[in-house]
């Protein structure tokens, strides 16, 4: 849970697949290193939480685990539900997606159960690492 001092600011959770970067952003927004960020998908398994500020506005950020639709194992069943809890909390939610894959049939999921919170949502594309990239953000490819 929040400890009541978080709940005077608006709370910002980051969703995602596996692997999109939802922890390096909350690391970002956070400012310092405290979600582990590593190259394999399936890493952050809990709600990990922390006060932000960004543009002279303080908020609560919820970093999540990779959300896997469709059946999955009794551990990706439990990040899931982490992330629900997550999505539950939020005021409103940062999608996250990565650009060096595109848009999955995952991605359509997500944000189909996104839609339904009825919660702001922001679609947030990385790895735009270069111009190319960049342009490609704008793509609505599905892969
Ligand atoms: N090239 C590139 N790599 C990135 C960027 N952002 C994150 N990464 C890398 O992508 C990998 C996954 O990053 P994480 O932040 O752990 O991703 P995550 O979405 O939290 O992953 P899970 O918790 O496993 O779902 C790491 O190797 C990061 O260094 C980016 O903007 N560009
Ligand atoms: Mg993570």
């Avoid at 959770?13 to 998908?41: W, Y």
């Avoid at 908020?59 to 999955?72: A, C, L, N, R």
């Avoid at 049939?105 to 189909?112: L, Q």
């Amino acid at each position: 849970m929040l400890k009541p001092i978080h709940r005077r600011h608006p709370v910002l959770a980051i969703v995602g697949r596996p692997n999109v970067g939802k922890s390096t952003l909350f690391n970002r927004f956070a400012g310092k290193r405290k979600a582990i960020v590593f190259n394999t998908p399936g890493l952050t398994r809990d709600r990990n939480f922390d006060r932000a500020e960004w543009r002279g506005r303080e908020f609560v950020i919820i970093d999540t685990g990779g959300y896997e639709p469709g059946p999955v194992d009794d551990l990706r069943a439990a990040i899931r539900e982490q992330t629900t809890l997550a999505i539950e909390q939020a005021d409103s939610i940062i999608f996250l997606v990565d650009v060096r894959e595109g848009l999955t049939a995952a991605d359509h999921e997500i944000v189909d159960m996104l839609r339904r919170t009825q919660k702001p949502l922001f679609l947030a594309v990385n790895k735009c690492d270069t111009a190319r990239e960049h342009h490609e953000a704008y793509s609505s490819k599905k892969q």
